[in-house]
């Protein structure tokens, strides 16, 4: 029996993402920005959510690929009458000392073989789904209204063909291009050509100024283009996934809408991209923090909209029938309501190596002591408070050693910092509350059963805190750091080295899926304790968890392999690039080939 993996990659320039199935169609888009309504979700209903599909009568096959190095999909489908290609893009590329990255998608249609006849249908609808757009026939195109903004469809293939029953012949190249707002005013054809190619060039000029080992580098060059996708350029915000409600495993009702900005989450992607020599994703995030930073006068959220937005209100669409069935369907996500404090010192990470890299001047940064004095204080005023977690519990708050872990990292970042800046005031202050968070740490420590626990007081252990070995709170050459993993491996470890966050009942149960970062977590931890051999083992048998396209989602079911969880999901993709680097860290693997 075939395996369920999602069958659709993603296209998308960061303005927007969209999904493309192996069918051709559109199964998930959202307009104007990550979080808006989608125009296309007929991933979570297919009566409710529109179809924008370029499809032979009956039966057919397809195959579908990147093209080499760029976020451009190819679906190529044979039916018995022909064989045609779909090309998919999202316009990027520098323009006027800019990046132009339009609300436009860009759908070539090319004949292959044969004389294929072909059904083009497309049909968005606004407001999730709770009514279709109207739609207006134009001499060359067709006009959409009943949405934010009007969206319009240019094409050369014939307009009646989208408002009457039947199949299109396709003999010669066809163009369809989809805007939002702004209508085409250009030449068709040769616009998108243009566009294709000058999209091709950025992408792969992009993958060129990207540093990475060599090993395994179709993985992680995938990876690193589909992490690029998801910052939203316009204000440095990035994104967890483009999707929501795709649930953890059927029926378990952990379906959540992802298409929010983590301060968790971003750190980790930051770091993986920072790891392969990108740097201007960090810049822009700088610039995101800082507007919450000028606007947050309490404690940090755990997740902000793209646009600093605080209230993420969390409803329920029940008219939406959910992927595969699977209700509810959520919008908003309540965890921003939510008391995590480790927030302070991802923020901390992230931003310390614009003051330890010498390719950033530190002096640029005119307002060093002031933020850097706020954080440092949320610090102090919540070290010895209980939160909700990295995994988010809703129910119930403890002492997290997770989250005391970032705490004592982020406080050694923020003494580093302040001694850059020279302010011996703040660095004292940082490495107070480094013993501080230690202390917290160390009363996690069952010495019977000589690892850490979650929290303090409680017996179960957890994926998470195989981060005290990847950030060297703990020797990974001590036997403390021995101890702890196999501990961790004995409880958490699938016999495939796949790894479940924990196994203990939380708010929905117990967790029946496994967490792909965590496994990614295993693979580091074991490069880091000297077990290299055991690291890439793992890390060559969790690649199979992929999907046709090289794609990760969020969880994966350990019975049978199938992919759940929101799709594609940032977490796996950063912890995809983190293992291979720490593999071939440890066994000094070039970074070029000679």
């Known amino acids: 029996m075939a395996r369920h993996t999602y069958q659709s990659g993603i296209i998308g320039n960061c303005a927007y993402i969209a999904h493309v199935q192996t069918d051709t169609n559109i199964s998930w888009l959202c307009w104007p920005a990550f979080d808006s309504t989608f125009v296309f979700g007929n991933k979570l209903d297919k009566k409710h959510g529109g179809e924008f599909s370029i499809l032979p009568d009956g039966e057919f096959?397809?195959?579908?690929?990147?093209?080499?190095?760029?976020?451009?999909?190819?679906t190529e489908i044979s039916s018995k009458e022909g064989v045609y290609k779909v090309t998919d893009f999202a316009p990027r590329f520098q323009q006027y000392e800019r990046y132009f990255k339009p609300l436009m998608l860009v759908r070539k249609v090319e004949r292959i073989s044969g004389e294929p006849r072909l059904r083009m249908r497309c049909y968005p609808v606004t407001d999730y789904g709770k009514r279709p757009q109207e739609r207006h026939r134009g001499s060359n195109h067709v006009e959409f209204s009943g949405g934010a903004d009007k969206m319009r469809l240019t094409t050369n293939v014939p307009i009646s063909h989208f408002f009457e029953a039947g199949t299109y012949v396709l003999h010669s190249t066809k163009y369809l291009i989809l805007t939002y707002g702004e209508p085409l005013e250009a030449p068709l054809?040769?616009?998108?050509?243009?566009?294709?190619?000058?999209?091709?060039?950025?992408?792969?000029?992009?993958?060129?100024?990207?540093?990475?080992?060599?090993?395994?580098?179709?993985?992680?060059?995938?990876?690193?283009?589909?992490?690029?996708?998801?910052?939203?350029?316009?204000?440095?915000?990035?994104?967890?996934?483009?999707?929501?409600?795709?649930?953890e495993y059927p029926g378990s009702g952990r379906n959540w809408d992802y298409r929010y900005c983590w301060i968790r989450d971003s750190y980790y992607v930051?770091?993986?991209?920072?790891?392969?020599?990108?740097f201007e994703e960090m810049e822009n995030y700088a610039e995101y923090i800082a507007n919450i930073s000028a606007n947050e006068k309490g404690r940090f959220q755990p997740l902000y909209s793209i646009n600093g937005r605080k209230e993420l209100v969390e409803e329920e669409l029940s008219y939406l029938s959910g992927y595969r069935g699977n209700k509810p369907v959520r919008i908003g996500n309540q965890a921003y309501e939510h008391i995590q404090n480790d927030v302070y010192g991802q923020v901390l990470l992230t931003l310390l190596p614009l003051y330890t890299d010498s390719r950033f001047v530190a002096e640029e940064r005119s307002h060093s002591a002031g933020w850097l004095e706020a954080l440092i204080t949320k610090i102090e005023q919540t070290i010895d408070e209980k939160d909700a977690g990295i995994w988010e519990f809703r129910n119930f708050a403890n002492y997290h050693c997770y989250t005391n872990l970032f705490q004592w990292s982020g406080c050694k970042a923020a003494a580093r910092i302040a001694k850059k800046i020279g302010n011996a005031d703040l660095e004292n202050r940082a490495e107070q509350?480094?013993?501080?968070?230690?202390?917290?740490?160390?009363?996690?420590?069952?010495?019977?059963?000589?690892?850490?626990?979650?929290?303090?007081?409680?017996?179960?252990?957890?994926?998470?805190?195989?981060?005290?070995?990847?950030?060297?709170?703990?020797?990974?050459?001590?036997?403390?750091?021995?101890?702890?993993?196999?501990?961790?491996?004995?409880?958490?470890?699938?016999?495939?080295?796949?790894?479940?966050?924990?196994?203990h009942a939380d708010d929905f149960g117990k967790p029946k899926s496994t967490f792909l970062i965590c496994a990614f977590w295993y693979v580091e931890?074991?490069?880091?304790?000297?077990?290299?051999?055991?690291?890439?083992?793992?890390?060559?048998?969790?690649?199979?968890?992929?999907?046709?396209?090289?794609?990760?989602?969020?969880?994966?079911?350990?019975?049978?392999?199938d992919q759940w969880g929101n799709f594609p999901q940032a977490y796996s993709h950063v912890g995809l690039i983190n293992a291979v680097n720490r593999i071939a860290s440890v066994l000094g693997t070039p970074r070029f080939l000679i």
């Open 525 to 561: 931890a074991l490069a880091c304790v000297g077990r290299a051999q055991d690291a890439v083992k793992t890390f060559e048998n969790l690649l199979q968890y992929a999907n046709h396209l090289f794609l990760f989602s969020e969880d994966i079911d350990a019975n049978n392999g």
């Open 270 to 278: 930051l770091a993986s991209l920072l790891r392969i020599g990108q």
């Open 61 to 74: 096959t397809s195959k579908q690929r990147y093209i080499p190095n760029t976020n451009i999909i190819e």
């Open 433 to 503: 509350l480094v013993k501080r968070a230690a202390t917290h740490i160390e009363d996690c420590y069952d010495s019977e059963r000589k690892v850490y626990t979650h929290a303090v007081g409680s017996s179960h252990l957890d994926a998470s805190t195989l981060q005290l070995i990847i950030m060297r709170y703990l020797d990974p050459t001590s036997e403390r750091a021995r101890n702890h993993l196999a501990g961790l491996e004995k409880e958490l470890r699938d016999e495939n080295g796949l790894f479940y966050r924990y196994l």
């Open 189 to 247: 054809e040769e616009t998108a050509e243009r566009f294709l190619w000058q999209t091709i060039n950025y992408w792969r000029t992009w993958i060129k100024h990207t540093s990475i080992p060599s090993i395994y580098q179709e993985a992680v060059i995938r990876s690193a283009l589909a992490l690029k996708l998801h910052q939203y350029e316009d204000t440095g915000a990035i994104i967890a996934a483009s999707t929501s409600s795709l649930p």
